[in-house]
């Protein structure tokens, strides 16, 4: 359910922020070259698309996701462990990345490094925090304080990184296994294969992916080479399942990956894409220490 939310804000942010400055007269810069000084047009231009659909995306939500959901007043749920911790991972996956790429976008308007991170943080703790509270007012789940503190531990991986050593060495990316869920359909997820990856626990990974040589400092290791460390289960769809999957485990996934950040073109759109696609885990040979299982490996992991 939070995953769905925060991905439809991750990439209808991407797409929106730079609308606004497309009016911009092609022989005067790229547009989707960075400004060297801070462009008002460009960064007004973000404000407005993103206030924008930072209050459209609750209205649409409370209309359409929550539709059917019995309202009550506001609660709180105590539940922490029911999903294997997969939906507070999600919850900070989906933080860090809204505060990238709002950083980023900022930083394409000539913006200070200062409020970059700013407008950053409020962007990506503003998104996931707002649909916590909508929760609160769902009978069905409640505010989670567990959810409210990954959204922080998002925010900061980003923003930690970037004052410390002004790059981002280590990123979440996320993948997807669609045979993890054994076949089995639940009344939690949508008939589209979309609305499984979104929802979908068992068949999700999520990574944590250390570019090696910006903390080895060598001239022969690439510097697009990343190890990464995931954390998926199994047997988790939904509480109600647990007779239709009774046996749980959780696996830990150790794997190399590609950080496609470090791949500079000479276009800046492709550069952009780039950033974009860098959130999924780059399939790889990978390890997998499974906790009823054991240890063992497979050729091609995604």
Known sequence: MKKTTCFCLLFALFFSVF???QTEEPEKSSFFKPSDTLNVKRKNGLLIAESALFLTSFVVLDKQWYNGNEK???HFTS???EFGLMDKIGHGFSSYKITRLTAKAFYWSGESEK????YGAAFGLGATTGKEILDGFTKEWGWSWYNFGANF?????????ELL????RIQPKFSYNNSKSKGVVTNTMGSGYLDRVLKNYDGQTYWL???????AKTDYIPNWLNFSVGYGVDGYLHNADATILPTRSKSLY?????DLTKIKTKSHFVNTLLVLFNSVKIPAPTLEINSKKGTFGHYMYF
């Open 19 to 21: 609308s606004y400055a």
């Open 72 to 74: 009550t007043s506001f």
């Open 209 to 215: 992916s250390f570019n090696v040589n910006s903390f």
């Open 165 to 168: 050593w002004k790059e981002q």
């Open 115 to 118: 409020k970059q991170l700013i």
């Open 254 to 258: 150790l794997s190399l990956d590609v």
């Open 79 to 81: 539940k922490s462990n």
């Open 153 to 161: 531990v998002g925010t900061g991986l980003y923003v930690g990184q």
